[in-house]
């Protein structure tokens, strides 16, 4: 069974840029589909990107198309989610999935989940 940590979470600028890494534990994490997630207070779970098993295929929220980038390193068994021109609506926890299957934008299509890092766009 695969284990998901995020890690990079932070308190930045509006226009900063920021990093998150997800590192997973255990076999077979090449065969999943990975996705970010994001949850801000009072709302409701938001998919902001996932990435298929091979890292060919991207999918975006429209939100931030252009201004992130999710990439995976099979290798390492990182996926990473490059965050640029962060503004204050991006203030969320930030949660890393994964699933066997091809999976989508519902959170209900993933049933592996990290424990979430916070990121924090203020002046």
């Known amino acids: 069974q695969v284990q998901l940590v995020e890690s990079g979470g932070g308190l930045v600028q509006p226009g900063d840029s920021l990093t998150l890494s997800c590192a997973a534990t255990?076999?077979?994490?090449?065969?999943?589909?990975v996705a970010w997630f994001r949850q801000a207070p009072g709302k409701e779970r938001e998919f902001v990107a996932n990435?298929?098993?091979?890292?060919?295929?991207?999918v975006y929220t429209d939100s931030v198309k252009g201004r992130f980038t999710i990439s995976r390193d099979n290798a390492k068994n990182m996926v990473y989610l490059e965050m640029n021109n962060l503004k204050p609506e991006d203030t969320a926890v930030y949660y890393c999935?994964?699933?066997?299957?091809?999976?989508?934008?519902?959170?209900?299509?993933?049933?592996?989940w990290g424990q979430g890092t916070q990121v924090t766009v203020s002046s």
């Open positions: 990435i298929s098993w091979t890292g060919v295929n991207t």
């Open positions: 255990g076999s077979n994490f090449a065969i999943h589909y």
């Open positions: 999935a994964a699933d066997r299957k091809m999976a989508g934008s519902d959170p209900n299509d993933y049933q592996i």
